[in-house]
């Protein structure tokens, strides 16, 4: 039977048996993949959109939160500064109705360290008269520190010290310039008297503590105008915040018309001693993204003295959320409440929820994993059958002529990059004496004949020798070797195989013969590199190889023919 050699149909591919289960081991990959990806994507699709969802919520509250807290905060800043404006009240009228004799330095003193006592948001009680009489009391740890000035007949300066039980513990007489009537505090109240007024923060001369001064002039018995103030140490205000329950990375402040930082939640990253700083001195990014360019909290587009904004802006990449609101602490002063957070310190729980969530995805994922791996190996299955069958000779169980072309190609492009890997030999074989035993025994039997030569064959080939059946009683063979000589000689052994013992069929021996033709590749020609040229190179191997065959067979059967022995032009 002669080969005959079509043009390669490219229509379709065949694969050889590895490219087929590498194939469909990437087919089961990609659909198990497929599987994962539509259940990963839908749960964390929904996950997130949950999410989303419960950062809304979370976001919301976190606003009515902060909402809640600077309002709670200014109503206790307003409640804490108020008790300043009510002693001075109290004492400014026990002057006007002469309760106190402003004259007596020594009741004053009592009176006033009677009221610290009474008032512990108080650091100090001080009365400043219009010739430069002094009186003034502050805490001093757990005692009190009490100054006079008494300016007749001849200037004297007194600082006493007390215990906490009121005793003198120290007295001195120290040389001092102190003029009350120069002090801000006094100037203020005196341009408008009858009003209560507040300085501005400042560092206290006596303790050398910032803090502010609520002042009233009050006229007295005698007709003159003298001032009662009292001192507030901002760090109340501070302490006051400190005790508010606030986010890790959050921070509540207190800020004035000037800008001032009063007092804050948590303390400031920079520290100025000396003087009472600025926010923008001291003011965090998130808080200098507050501010105007005058250095106060931007509270444009808002009408009234209590007016409240809510801003969510970004620090870097990092979204915060704040809310401002001006508090009235006093009939024409107001200050700026302040508080401001990351959102993420507000949806910090959610997201340890879904990490959670995505550690049950892994999971899930897993699990779906080892159950839709055998159901996406049971699916493939079939298309497994229908390229084996595509692929095998149904009558032997070799490859058949497309599978051993698919082949060729194969080791042919492997050629193509390693040309000195050895020889490639290809062979068509045919058997002799076949037609005898079809002839007189039936096709049947002429089957398990060539089922048995099939088997033979397979049994005589070595590890990487690839065997087919190209039809009838032509089977071909791919072999490898170091040499062409070693390739001639396991050609030579595997059609001993066939020649050394009778294939037996229903306990009739049938002695066959065979005959075959070698070509080998030749690597002195430029070796095919597109997939066209390879699948052509292929062709014709097997077509010189039939060639040799067809020539040897008229000059002698029973051996193999090298097609370089016969010379003479391919048959076409």
Request: contains cysteine.
């Amino acid at each position: 039977m002669a080969f005959t050699v079509s043009k390669p149909d490219r229509s379709t591919t065949v694969l050889t048996p590895a490219q087929a289960s590498r194939a469909f081991s990437w087919t089961r990959f990609l659909i198990l993949l497929a599987l994962l990806l539509i259940q990963v994507g839908t749960v964390t699709g929904v996950l997130w959109a949950n999410r989303r969802g419960g950062e809304a919520v979370v976001q919301a509250q976190a606003r009515q939160s902060l909402q809640q807290l600077v309002r709670v905060t200014g109503d206790n800043a307003r409640a804490y500064l108020q008790t300043a404006v009510q002693i001075v009240r109290i004492t400014t009228t026990m002057i006007a109705s002469g309760q106190t004799n402003t004259a007596d330095s020594g009741a004053l003193g009592l009176t006033f360290g009677t009221l610290l006592e009474a008032t512990p948001q108080l650091d100090a009680v001080l009365l400043g008269q219009p010739d430069g009489r002094f009186v003034f009391v502050r805490r001093d740890g757990t005692g009190r520190y009490f100054k006079v000035i008494e300016p007749v007949p001849q200037r004297c300066t007194t600082i006493t010290y007390l215990d906490a039980a009121g005793r003198v513990t120290s007295q001195t007489t120290p040389a001092d310039s102190y003029d009350p009537r120069t002090r801000p505090w006094y100037m203020l109240a005196t341009s408008r008297p009858g009003q209560m007024v507040w300085t501005a923060p400042y560092v206290f001369a006596s303790s050398q503590l910032p803090g502010i001064t609520v002042a009233a002039a009050q006229q007295g018995l005698d007709g003159r105008l003298m001032v009662v103030g009292v001192d507030m140490q901002l760090s109340g205000l501070t302490h006051m915040l400190e005790q508010v329950k606030f986010t890790p990375r959050g921070r509540a402040f207190i800020t004035d018309t000037d800008g001032n930082a009063i007092a804050a939640s948590r303390a400031w990253p920079r520290k100025i001693q000396g003087r009472v700083p600025a926010l923008t001195e001291v003011g965090d990014p998130a808080l200098h993204a507050l501010l105007d360019g005058g250095g106060l909290p931007r509270l444009e587009g808002e009408e009234g003295l209590s007016s409240e904004v809510t801003r969510r802006y970004l620090v870097g990449t990092e979204p915060y959320a704040a809310v401002l609101r001006r508090v009235e602490v006093q009939p024409g002063i107001s200050w700026v409440v302040g508080v401001y957070a990351p959102e993420s310190d507000f949806t910090g729980e959610l997201n340890g929820v879904f990490q959670q969530h995505l550690i049950i995805i892994a999971v899930m994922a897993v699990l779906s994993a080892l159950i839709a791996w055998p159901l996406a190996f049971s699916a493939t299955q079939p298309f497994a059958a229908l390229q084996r069958q595509a692929t095998t000779d149904a009558l032997t169980g070799l490859r058949n002529r497309a599978s051993l072309l698919a082949q060729l190609s194969e080791d042919l492009r492997r050629k193509a990059t390693n040309p000195h890997a050895g020889e490639l030999g290809v062979v068509i074989l045919d058997l002799d004496g076949f037609k005898a035993v079809n002839d007189t025994y039936g096709h049947a039997v002429g089957d398990e004949v060539l089922h048995a030569v099939g088997a033979s064959l397979l049994s005589a080939a070595r590890v990487g020798d690839t065997l087919g059946r190209l039809g009838g009683d032509e089977f071909a063979l791919i072999v490898h070797g170091a040499t062409r000589e070693a390739v001639r000689l396991r050609v030579e052994g595997i059609m001993q195989a066939i020649v050394r013992r009778p294939m037996t069929v229903n306990d009739v021996p049938h002695q066959l013969g065979a005959t075959a033709g070698l070509v080998f590749y030749d690597q002195t020609v430029a070796a095919p590199s597109k997939l066209e040229e390879i699948e052509e190179a292929s062709h014709l191997l097997l077509l010189r190889a039939d060639t040799a065959l067809l020539r040897g067979k008229k000059r002698e059967k029973g051996r193999v023919w090298l097609a370089d022995e016969l010379g003479g032009p391919t048959l076409l």
